[in-house]
C-alpha cells in the first residue's frame, strides 16, 4: 500500500537534546512538507522539499534543520536552538500537476519535551 | 493577516442530520484552491474535497459538500446525513504559491471540532 510513515508515533526529549523524526513516502511525490500543529491551531509550515539535495524554510524554520538525500525520505532534525519544541508534527507530500495538488499527510509525531 | 478564517472552535450536530462548517478566506489572487482536511483523534490529516476559485459548480464528494460563495469569500462545509465517525477536528486550508520553484504550501484555519451525538 502506497501511503506516508512517521516514526516513532510518540516522542520524548530533555532539554538541550536534539532529536530527528523520520519521514518515508512510497508514493513517488515530488515535494515534501513539514508542519507542526500546536493546541487549537491549524497547522504551520516548518520547512519543504521540492527535489531530491534541495529544501527551503517555511514559516517557522528556526531550531529546525532537515535533508532530502532521497526522493522517499525526508527527515527533520528538532535541535536544542528550538525554545518551545513540544507539538504534534505532521509530514505530507504532494505530486506536481495532479488535478488538485492536495497534500498527503502521514500519522504524525507527538514530541514532548521533559 | 489571518486568511483562513473558522470561527466555529465547536459544533454539536444529532446523528443523521446536516451540519455547516464556517470558512471565509482572505486572497487577492485571482487564483486560488481551497480544501478541507479531517483530523481524527489519531492526528492524521484525511483530504475531503477541494473547491478551484474558478470551478462553476459547488464541488461535492459523497456526503461532503462545498457551499462556495465567491464573492462573499466563503466556502463552507456541509456533512449530510452525520454518523459517529465524523467526530473529528475539520479543518479549512487555501492554497499559497511559495517563493521558490513553483510549489504551493496550505494555509490552514484554526479548525473546527465536530461532535455527533447519537
Known amino acids: 500500500d502506497g501511503g506516508i510513515t512517521q516514526s516513532p508515533k510518540y516522542l520524548f526529549r530533555k532539554e538541550g537534546q536534539n532529536v530527528t523524526l523520520s519521514c518515508e513516502q512510497n508514493?513517488?511525490?515530488?515535494?515534501m512538507y513539514w508542519y507542526r500543529q500546536d493546541p487549537g491551531q491549524g497547522l504551520r509550515l516548518i520547512y519543504y522539499?521540492?527535489?531530491?539535495?534541495?529544501?527551503q524554510k517555511g514559516d517557522i524554520a528556526e531550531g529546525y534543520s532537515v535533508s532530502r538525500e532521497k526522493k522517499e525520505s525526508f527527515p527533520l532534525t528538532v535541535t536544542s536552538a528550538q525554545k518551545n519544541p513540544t507539538a504534534f508534527y505532521l509530514c505530507?507530500?504532494?505530486?506536481?500537476?495532479?488535478?488538485?495538488?492536495?497534500?498527503?499527510f502521514g500519522p504524525g509525531t507527538r514530541l514532548t519535551v521533559l | 493577516a489571518q486568511k483562513i478564517t473558522q470561527t466555529q472552535p465547536g459544533m454539536f450536530v444529532q446523528e443523521k442530520e446536516a451540519v455547516t462548517l464556517d470558512c471565509t478566506y482572505d486572497?487577492?489572487?485571482?487564483?486560488?484552491?481551497l480544501f478541507w482536511y479531517k483530523q481524527p483523534s489519531s492526528g492524521e490529516m484525511i483530504f475531503l474535497i477541494y473547491?478551484?476559485?474558478?470551478?462553476?459548480q459547488n464541488a461535492t464528494e459523497g456526503r461532503y459538500s462545498l457551499n462556495f460563495q465567491k464573492a462573499r469569500k466563503s466556502a463552507n462545509l456541509v456533512i449530510s446525513a452525520s454518523q459517529l465517525g465524523d467526530s473529528a477536528m475539520y479543518f479549512c486550508?487555501?492554497?499559497?504559491?511559495?517563493?521558490?520553484?513553483?510549489?504551493?504550501?496550505?494555509?490552514f484555519g484554526k479548525g473546527t471540532k465536530l461532535t455527533v451525538n447519537p
Open positions: 522539499s521540492q527535489i531530491v539535495n534541495d529544501f
Open positions: 508514493l513517488n511525490h515530488d515535494a
Open positions: 486550508a487555501m492554497r499559497e504559491p511559495l517563493t521558490q520553484g513553483g510549489s504551493e504550501k496550505l494555509v
Open positions: 486572497t487577492s489572487d485571482p487564483s486560488y484552491g
Open positions: 505530507a507530500s504532494s505530486i506536481k500537476d495532479s488535478v488538485y495538488n492536495e497534500q498527503f
Open positions: 473547491q478551484g476559485s474558478y470551478d462553476q
